[in-house]
């Protein structure tokens, strides 16, 4: 059995994994309702948080397990990337349980543990895959050739999908966080109502770009207000159909100049349902698998960290009780020019 904490940002959370797969507790205690009055994230209030339920956290994880610290076979935790403030309370107090129980310990970045949500839940995929990791703070896409190798096959440019909504629904005067919320409000709209931008990348090259769309919805809330309610949920509509397309067409088009057959969707965003459609729908005409974790899964969770971590430990791998935490933590370099994988 395995502890796996995460801590990379505004969510703090704990997570007991036996043989890999088999969660046995999943706790996670959010920080919207703090955050919420900033319209995002305030670093400095999401690391004292962690720090005020962080224990409570990992003891109700236990206890929802039936487990006590005798019983873990190993730490797992968050090491980046994130927020450092909020990075160094978790990686601390697994340093401290590892050193006062004797228990191997192993460092996880945390986008790796996003692609590990998608082997919590049958059928898991083969390799290769290719990852599309899209969320808050990341938008990137990695390609799998084996377990624990990646290529960075494409990245965002500038804003993170779930950045872009975070900010679009504070243009439009709606909740934090937004990506749920625009979700909610697009229900009642209609996506073709208003044609927003689709960036294009002139060099090429599969990256992702959501300043151009986040732009483009701020001018046209300028010129259009006062915004009656329809017209509110025309615009979350027509900007989320935008940028699900652009998510859809460029892992569509890296997965077939690489040659996959197997796509994964993970990362906070990928609870939006829209993208999931889409998706799902590109995958189904070509006659790929696709492999999306539940919504629960997907949003930052401990459990992906250790079921990640427990892949490590069984590699071999140990980190010292020196280890810190690294904000700006790298999964791959991107691949080199020309290469491809069937």
């Known amino acids: ?13 704990a997570a007991i994994l036996a043989d890999g797969t088999k969660i046995l507790a999943s706790v996670v205690a959010s920080q919207d309702q703090i955050h919420a009055p900033y319209g995002g994230v305030v670093p400095e209030l999401a690391s004292r948080r962690h720090v005020e339920v962080i224990v409570p956290v990992i003891r109700k994880a236990l206890s929802d397990a039936s487990v006590s610290l ?5 730490i797992a935790v968050t ?8 990075l ?4 601390s107090v697994a340093k401290s349980l590892a050193y006062v129980r004797k228990l191997p310990l192993v460092g996880v970045n945390h986008l790796e543990g996003h692609i590990f949500a998608a082997f919590l839940q049958e059928p898991t995929p083969d ?18 050739r084996q377990p624990l190798a990646y290529q960075l096959i494409g990245q965002t440019r500038d804003d993170a999908a779930g950045e872009a909504f975070d900010k679009v629904a504070k243009l439009l005067g709606l909740a934090y966080p937004g990506g749920p919320v625009i979700e909610q409000t697009a229900r009642s709209g209609d996506p073709r109502a208003i044609s927003f931008p689709m960036a294009q990348i002139t060099d090429g090259a599969p990256d992702f770009s959501f300043s151009g769309i986040k732009t483009a919805v701020s001018l046209h809330v300028k010129r259009a207000r006062p915004l009656s309610a329809a ?3 025309d615009i979350a509509a027509s900007f989320q159909a935008t940028v699900v397309k652009m998510l859809a ?11 996959v057959r197997r796509l994964v969707l993970t990362g906070g965003v990928a609870a939006n349902k829209a993208l999931r459609a889409a998706l799902s729908a590109e995958a189904g005409e070509r006659g790929w698998e696709l492999f999306i974790p539940p919504p629960a899964l997907c949003t930052d969770n401990a459990a992906m960290i250790a079921a990640a971590g427990q892949a490590r430990l069984s590699a071999g791998e140990r980190a010292p009780l020196t280890m810190n935490a690294i904000p700006d933590l790298k999964l791959a370099e991107p691949r080199p020019q020309g290469s491809g994988a069937r």
């Open 1 to 13: 059995m395995i502890l796996g904490i995460e801590t990379s940002c505004d969510e703090t959370a």
């Open 70 to 74: 005798a019983d873990l076979a190993g």
């Open 79 to 86: 090491q980046g990337p994130g927020l450092v403030g909020s």
């Open 88 to 91: 160094l309370v978790g990686c």
């Open 127 to 144: 390799y290769p895959f290719l990852a599309l990791v899209v969320s808050g703070g990341h938008t990137a896409l990695y390609l799998a």
């Open 231 to 233: 017209h509110v949920a």
């Open 249 to 259: 067409k460029k892992t569509v088009g890296a997965a077939l100049s690489l040659g």
